[in-house]
């Protein structure tokens, strides 16, 4: 069985910190990995995704960093804001044939920033 | 341009019972998508349609039954309602290698 592996399951932060999410994943055959910001009572949307061959993808004050040799990612927050208080979940893309992706997501991490 | 839209939003269910949760997207998208979240266990793959007329088994499809209808819909059918099935479902859809778009989810409770 696939799996990415999250942590922390509950994060809290001042207004202002970076707080900073991790994700791990065993299969090498994944080709993308994305992340969703949930907000209670609402779908996953998609935050930020980053393809293997890029180490960092930055989009406003989210940045995924990539470590392909350690199977590792993370999500950072800069200058975190009450309104980001939400559920991320990391999520890892594998082909599953007739052009097709799977994703495996974690278990999610929900976010609370503090005023 | 509504996305994916999925009907009912909420929906209490005894035991036994079935019924069809419906999905649908307007983005043009091949590939379709259920998944069910339960606290602590992140979104699990139930089925999933690659494109219309296949549809082929995730990680947890025992208890379901799937149609894809055409293009735009993808329904999720539970014939016999078990508690084990109390859970919020969610849809997908997406183009290719492109992230998948999410609708908004059926709250369900199954009594």
């Known amino acids: 069985q696939q799996q990415v592996k999250q942590s922390p399951q509950s994060l809290i932060v001042q207004k202002g910190g970076i707080p900073i999410i991790n994700c791990a994943y065993e299969n090498t055959a994944f080709d993308y990995f994305p992340w969703y910001q949930q907000f209670p009572g609402k779908g996953p949307a998609l935050l930020i995704a980053?393809?293997?061959?890029?180490s960092e993808k930055k989009e406003g004050r989210f940045t995924i960093s990539f470590n392909k040799s350690a199977k590792q990612f993370s999500l950072h927050i800069m200058d975190s804001q009450p309104g980001d208080s939400a559920t991320y979940f990391c999520a890892a893309a594998a082909y599953s044939g007739a052009g097709s992706y799977q994703l495996t997501f974690g278990k999610g991490t929900k976010l609370s920033v503090i005023p | 341009n509504a996305g994916v839209t999925q009907t009912p939003k909420f929906q209490v269910l005894k035991t036994g019972q079935s019924m069809t949760l419906q999905c649908a997207q307007d983005m043009n998208h091949n590939s379709m998508y259920w998944y069910r979240q339960d606290p602590g266990m992140g979104l699990r793959l139930i089925y999933y349609?690659?494109?219309?007329?296949?549809?082929d088994k995730g990680e947890v499809p025992n208890g379901y039954n799937v149609s894809r209808l055409n293009k735009r819909e993808f329904s999720l059918r539970l014939e016999s309602a078990a508690p084990s099935q109390t859970s919020v479902y969610f849809c997908?859809?997406?183009?290719?290698?492109?992230?998948?778009?999410f609708g908004d989810g059926t709250r369900l409770s199954i009594l």
């Open positions: 997908a859809s997406v183009r290719g290698d492109q992230p998948q778009h």
């Open positions: 980053i393809r293997p061959d890029v």
């Open positions: 349609s690659a494109s219309e007329g296949t549809t």
